[in-house]
């Protein structure tokens, strides 16, 4: 059988994490869509909702640490499963909140309860299917999924009645299918260890180090744009006479991350077939120059270069979990995913507060044009993994030649 085609174990394996990561997505991106109701309900400026999501992505940060440690030791299924009723739980409370301490206390812990899951999901298909790659574009998609419903519907939610809603539809569902799952799991066993039959290489320490130096970058440059994105919509698109304008920028939000899903399969193939560190830099090039075609433009202009962001940089998410699964060694890739999303995550949460300043000194369409700036270090730092793996395969073929 050709390891390109997904057999029967691999395609339950692959729907229990991708189903469970485009509710977590979902959960990521209610409060972009929801930040004007409740800035005005509970009078606090730009920059202090941009800090409640801080808040939150700090713990979905940190809390994958923990997580990735815990993969390893007892495998991913069962944290998936906490994952799912300790979010939606999380989310339910938020949506019951009547102040602000019971809204900071609901998205910190749905930030701690979301944390499990990529670490746990994202070691469950390194080790369990063959073509990481594949696997990871389809996984990818799902999320794409959760991105682009959650803004459409819990802006529309926003718009036309009360944002809680919002979370509370979203955080019953999130409920009702962990517990599902808790009863009748798609997979069986722990999906711990090598199941897939991977060549082990171990850890490559030089690249690995650099790699999560842009993950910093790329969290930073990721939480801000989905944080404001809805905002910057909200302010600068007009779709037609009375329509709601925070519906505005949930609806091309929603249109915008659906065409993340053409990223994830483009970044998977690209992936497959080239170069993954060539293939990073193109993308991040991309991302940096349509961040500032964002910045400056409106209407349906700044709407195609919304389109384009986020085809390249979603495209990005299935050619960088590929690296680092090829960086880390098989035993410890739950805690290799579990410090990328710590690092890239928790240090790039502080984007959401620093992007508020700038939105509420600058303007909302600086914000993007200072993300595109962010961003072109990395294309640096993808040049220079690829200057690494080339001086490695040249070692590699001395070695091999002096040997022969």
């Given at each position: 059988m050709s390891e390109k085609?997904?057999?029967?174990?691999?395609?339950?394996?692959?729907?229990?994490?991708?189903?469970?990561?485009?509710?977590?997505?979902?959960?990521?991106?209610?409060?972009?869509?929801?930040?004007?109701?409740?800035?005005?309900?509970?009078?606090?400026?730009?920059?202090?909702?941009?800090?409640?999501?801080?808040?939150?992505?700090?713990?979905?940060?940190?809390?994958?640490?923990?997580?990735?440690?815990?993969?390893?030791?007892?495998?991913?299924?069962?944290?998936?499963?906490?994952?799912?009723?300790?979010?939606?739980?999380?989310?339910?409370?938020?949506?019951?909140?009547?102040?602000?301490?019971?809204?900071?206390?609901?998205?910190?812990?749905?930030?701690?309860?979301?944390?499990?899951?990529?670490?746990?999901?994202?070691?469950?298909?390194s080790r369990r299917i063959r073509n990481i790659p594949r696997a990871l574009g389809y996984h990818g998609i799902f999320g794409n999924i959760g991105l682009a419903g959650a803004p459409v519907i819990s802006g529309l939610i926003a718009g036309y009645g009360d944002w809680r809603d919002a979370y509370l539809l979203f955080g019953s569902l999130s409920l009702l299918i962990g517990i599902y799952f808790y009863l009748k799991p798609l997979t069986k066993g722990k999906l711990d260890g090598n199941e897939a039959n991977h060549k082990e290489t171990g850890t490559l320490f030089p690249e690995l180090i650099i790699f999560y130096l842009s993950s910093i970058i790329f969290g930073f440059v990721y939480r801000g744009t989905l944080t404001f994105m809805p905002y910057l919509f909200t302010h600068k698109v007009t779709l037609w006479e009375g329509l709601d304008p925070i519906a505005v920028g949930g609806i091309v939000t929603a249109a915008a991350l659906f065409t993340g899903m053409i990223g994830q399969w483009l970044g998977a193939r690209a992936a497959e077939k080239y170069s993954l560190t060539l293939t990073s830099m193109v993308l991040w090039t991309m991302?940096?120059?349509?961040?500032?075609?964002?910045?400056?433009?409106?209407?349906?202009?700044?709407?195609?270069?919304?389109?384009?962001?986020?085809?390249?940089?979603?495209?990005?998410?299935?050619?960088?979990?590929?690296?680092?699964?090829?960086?880390?060694?098989?035993?410890?890739?739950?805690?290799?995913?579990?410090?990328?999303?710590?690092?890239?995550?928790?240090?790039?949460?502080?984007?959401?507060?620093?992007?508020?300043?700038?939105?509420?000194?600058?303007?909302?369409?600086?914000?993007?044009?200072?993300?595109?700036?962010?961003?072109?270090?990395?294309?640096?730092?993808?040049?220079?993994?690829?200057?690494?793996?080339?001086?490695?395969?040249?070692?590699?073929?001395?070695?091999?030649?002096?040997?022969?």
């Open positions: 085609k997904l057999n029967r174990e691999e395609r339950r394996a692959l729907l229990f994490a991708s189903i469970a990561h485009a509710l977590v997505h979902s959960f990521m991106l209610i409060l972009p869509a929801v930040l004007i109701p409740i800035m005005n309900e509970f009078n606090i400026s730009v920059t202090e909702v941009g800090f409640l999501g801080t808040l939150s992505y700090i713990m979905f940060g940190l809390g994958a640490i923990p997580s990735g440690w815990l993969t390893d030791k007892f495998g991913s299924r069962g944290l998936v499963v906490i994952c799912l009723i300790g979010s939606g739980a999380s989310s339910i409370f938020i949506g019951l909140s009547t102040d602000l301490v019971m809204l900071y206390a609901g998205l910190i812990l749905l930030g701690l309860f979301t944390s499990i899951y990529h670490p746990a999901g994202l070691a469950m298909i991302v940096s120059t349509a961040l500032m075609f964002m910045g400056a433009t409106a209407q349906y202009v700044l709407v195609i270069w919304a389109f384009i962001f986020n085809i390249f940089i979603f495209a990005g998410q299935p050619v960088g979990n590929t690296l680092l699964a090829r960086y880390s060694s098989l035993k410890s890739r739950g805690k290799g995913y579990g410090l990328n999303i710590a690092i890239g995550f928790g240090i790039g949460s502080f984007s959401s507060t620093l992007s508020g300043y700038v939105a509420e000194k600058h303007g909302i369409g600086e914000v993007f044009i200072f993300l595109g700036i962010v961003m072109i270090p990395g294309i640096f730092l993808a040049f220079w993994l690829y200057i690494l793996g080339k001086r490695r395969e040249i070692r590699e073929l001395r070695v091999s030649h002096d040997s022969g």
